[in-house]
DNA sequence: CTGAAAGCGCTTACAG
DNA sequence: CTGAAAGCGCTTACAG
């Protein structure tokens, strides 16, 4: 394969290496007239010359790939538009973002030696051993959403960058409560693999409920079919006291909990109160409508984007702190 | 960063840098004794050594990568579900599958210079410049789903590997003329980027329609409000002759439109007909559940696994076909 | 202001 | 059966 090489452009150029190399890179530090970096330029143009990614990263150690790691969970549109949003943040720096699905999981460490990536960002959690491998490898590392659970949000310091996800949880009751109702249950996926993210929700409803003087929070698992949602219903309407309100642990939840609601000839939210979350397309279709909490994935994703430019700068210290992305998306059900 | 090389396994196991590569790479046509085999694997294993990627890229011309390039569309389910099947495929050969999300859509070339894959799969169409430049780097390009329209589902001739969309389309109406209805509605999405992919399967509406002598299908957008999708059971129902059924783009699009006639206080499949494609989770979820065709990303996502890995080895020739992967899940709508 | 040279970590003819 | 040496394409002290 005959590609070019920096080699070609100089000697094509009448320079060395080391003046294309300066000229192509912007080395500060030397001075070049601009002649010289005018033929450069133009001739590693007309020569359709790109530098060889592995020799560069060979050589300085560093790549301009950002990996971030998807866990096995099932992904959403909410995912999708964080990647999307994330991407363009860093490809206005020249910064290139890979996406790795999971679900195959070779071992972590294989994956992120064969990328040479600048920044790995997680997901999920990444246990401190292998945090500690990639970090010695000069890589930094930005943690996951479920690192912490800071009220206010994110916490720069330690890499995490996200929501808490425990307040999700608590500012579905608090609508809920709001809205005059009492007694909560909480509408969990039977997908195991969402645990990680199920549980810190969960613990803020409950939280949330024993803050408020509720009863606790009355679980039921949903899969995604009719009849197990409708049996989840006919649970909390068994339930004593009879529940008023659920709380869903996302939209795709709360929707087949719609779904088992019609199947029990029952309707929201008069007979039960339904809220979810992430505002997924599908919840303004749904009938009732939808009310949910939305995560504004802009502004985590330029959140997300800043720290890894920050660290890319040498910039360090505190980010500014991520603010409010949750919000209440009132709809129809709750 | 004091990161471990061949070097330190060679030195620690009493040999050179070359036995450390042939006993790791396990490189055919060199004889070396069991004992120093065990050593060096031990060493290396003990060392915690994991070769530099970007060092063999630069030696050898090509990685363990394979590049998967996303168009700028909306993903949903399908696409999640192919990737993770393909990302298993290569898994179990060495080769690492990322996801490049194409919004942020620096030029191609910068991309696939940058990663040097192995292998780039296109889920969207490649210019022939583009494709004639990643081949003249010996990367091999996989075609888009796009590519073409022959009878019977993909072609492996020139690297595209999935089925046919026109075919999509046919059987969509194949079943609602099926079910009795001759007066057929297209239901297209409002969303411009996804034409690439709507415009094929719209053809095979229409050409199926007219080998059946059926009205020209009655095209309406849909978007992703009841509103929109409500004007657009209007528009069906007041058209002469009035459409008795309606395939629609996709799932989503098709859910749209059972949320529209909710709306309208009509019902399928009495007052009109619904066949969507994809079968994602939602359809079940539907009141009436939705008629839909599935699309076996599993056979695709193994399929083009196969071509990938048929590279890898050198082997030519045409691969066994992907024979058929669409199915017409028949439940209430239509 | 520009160039010759070393070296990043690997693989692979080639020599012993 | 094993090792010394070259070279992949780049960047960057260092010398002129």
Redesign the pocket.
Known sequence: VP?V???DVARES??????V??V??D?TG????AA?RARVRDTAQRLG?T??AA??T???GRSDLVLCVLPDWPRGPAIDTLLDHLAGELAGRGLILLVHHGRASRPLSELWRAVTPRAVVGLTAFNPQEREAMQRAGIQVLGSMLDEDVPGGGDSSSGAFSVCQARVGRLQVRHLVGAGHRVIGYAAPTDRRVTDFVEPRLAGVRSECVALGLPEPVLQPVGQEVASAAEAVRGWRASTPRVEAVAAYNDEVAIAVLAGMRAEALSAPDDLAVIGVDDIPFARLTVPALTTVSQSLEAQAHHLGAAVLADLDGRTGRLEPLGEVLDVVVRESA
Chains 1, 2 share one sequence.
């Open positions: 590609s090489t920096s080699a009448g320079v060395s290496r080391t003046t190399s300066y192509l890179n080395t030397v001075t070049i007239s010289t010359y530098p060889s020799a560069r060979l050589r300085t």
